[in-house]
T-cell receptor
Framework: AQKITQTQPGMFVQEKEAVTLDCTYDTSDQSYGLFWYKQPSSGEMIFLIYQGSYDEQNATEGRYSLNFQKARKSANLVISASQLGDSAMYFCAMREGRKASGGSYIPTFGRGTSLIVHP | DTAVSQTPKYLVTQMGNDKSIKCEQNLGHDTMYWYKQDSKKFLKIMFSYNNKELIINETVPNRFSPKSPDKAHLNLHINSLELGDSAVYFC???????????FGPGTRLTVL
């Protein structure tokens, strides 16, 4: 079973509108972290936002916010006031409480959502 | 200032050759990773090193051999390259226990 599910392979949004990119996750750990990364057409992976499982407030970073619904195991990314430069692939990722030897968490990525912002 | 750097950025080679990709980070992180991103953009972890010790070794052909000479470097050597090895390879680093990963720019490997 996939640990991170992004059900929207592609999304379109009008410039200046808000858009929500879905992410659901599967874990039995109590302590875990959720991340969103952006990958523009140039290829680099850019960290956007992080939410810890014990954080009570939804994470926000500028125009990005993470709608964390723990009971539903969802961690949707909301981009407000979309810009043309937001067109990119977006990846949801999770690090679970299970550690590999050496104490590092093993990360899992979703398959990504391609966002296109129209002028 | 570059945080995680990879060389080369592009690598085009013939099937059967041996090639290496180098990765360096100047963030003071103690954990480094190699990921493979296929043509469908699926990102899969291959290896992880913590303080020069291999801690994650996913199901990867043993033609792939990582080497970490020190905490700031993690190189990937690939023997007998195959067509299916064509992909973008990302190096990343993090602090142990944090999960925050910073990625390098990627190396696009094309095997002809």
């Amino acid at each position: 079973a996939q640990k991170i599910t992004q059900t929207q392979p592609g999304m379109f949004v009008q410039e200046k509108e808000a858009v929500t990119l879905d992410c659901t996750y599967d874990t039995s750990d109590q302590s875990y972290g959720l991340f969103w990364y952006k990958q523009p057409s140039s290829g680099e992976m850019i960290f956007l936002i992080y939410q810890g499982s014990y954080d009570e407030q939804n994470a926000t970073e500028g125009r990005y916010s993470l709608n964390f619904q723990k009971a539903r195991k969802s961690a949707n990314l909301v981009i407000s006031a979309s810009q043309l430069g937001d067109s990119a692939m977006y990846f949801c990722a999770m690090r679970e409480g299970r550690k590999a030897s050496g104490g590092s968490y093993i990360p899992t990525f979703g398959r990504g959502t391609s966002l296109i912002v129209h002028p | 200032d570059t945080a995680v750097s990879q060389t080369p950025k592009y690598l085009v080679t013939q099937m059967g050759n041996d090639k290496s990709i180098k990765c360096e980070q100047n963030l003071g992180h103690d954990t480094m990773y190699w990921y493979k991103q296929d043509s469908k953009k699926f990102l899969k972890i291959m290896f992880s090193y913590n303080n020069k010790e291999l801690i994650i070794n996913e199901t990867v052909p043993n033609r792939f051999s990582p080497k970490s000479p020190d905490k700031a470097h993690l190189n990937l050597h690939i023997n007998s390259l195959e067509l299916g090895d064509s992909a973008v390879y990302f190096c990343a680093s993090s602090l142990k226990g944090s999960g925050f990963q910073f990625f390098g720019p990627g190396t696009r490997l094309t095997v002809l």
